[in-house]
């Protein structure tokens, strides 16, 4: 979700889960809240797999002040209340988390079957599994890179087949080159995570 306030209106954006890098368009004069929900977690009634790859949804506006969701006007929140507002949206069913998701995340036993995990990676995530190992991997050797390690010894690291292998990789997840992305000039794409996961 991103709260923007730009040219003296302010309106609230919900994004989904993006599969490749894309960029941002974020002029000087605007002002923008961002909340990242962590995997697995998602609102039941705009799914992931429709909002994958910036097709965003802007929430109507019911004021200067508000904005409608599920039938109710909700005030746009604030850097110092948007805790709040979460615990609200996750109070009225707003907000979920699957469970059985966070479960293989966090290396538990399966208790589903392939094909019914499966549903709930992209019911939940919007994404397969498979495609969050290849965005992990590649967070994972941007953070090398940034770290100094060598072109060569990322790809090795990082389980790519070849340099050229991280370059596509890279180039399709994180939005930059190797060598971009050491030489450090322009920001990273949203995809790009500092921590590791």
């Avoid at 309106?11 to 599969?19: A, D, I, K, N």
């Avoid at 960029?23 to 995997?39: E, H, M, N, S």
């Avoid at 069913?93 to 992209?122: K, N, Y």
Wanted: proline share 5%.
């Amino acid at each position: 979700m991103v709260v923007t306030r730009l040219a003296g209106r302010t309106f609230l954006t919900v994004r989904g889960p993006e599969t490749r890098a894309t960029a941002a368009d974020c002029p000087a004069d605007g002002q923008w809240i961002g909340l990242y929900f962590k995997l697995g977690t998602f609102m039941p009634r705009l799914p992931n797999c429709i909002l994958r790859d910036r097709n965003d949804v802007t929430l109507p506006e019911a004021s200067s002040r508000s904005f409608w969701l599920n039938g109710s006007a909700w005030e746009y929140p604030s850097f110092d209340n948007i805790e709040t507002f979460v615990t609200r949206l996750v109070k009225k069913g707003l907000i979920d988390t699957d469970p059985h998701v966070q479960a293989v995340l966090h290396g538990q036993p399966r208790r589903l079957s392939q094909r019914t995990e499966q549903r709930h990676f992209l019911r939940a995530t919007g994404m397969t599994q498979a495609t969050i190992r290849q965005i992990e991997r590649a967070r994972h050797a941007a953070n090398l890179l940034r770290n100094g390690s060598p072109i060569a010894a990322v790809a090795q690291d990082a389980g790519y087949f070849d340099q050229a292998h991280l370059t596509r990789s890279l180039k399709h997840f994180v939005g930059q080159t190797p060598s971009q992305i050491i030489r450090g000039e322009e920001q990273l794409s949203l995809l790009y995570n500092t921590e590791e996961m």
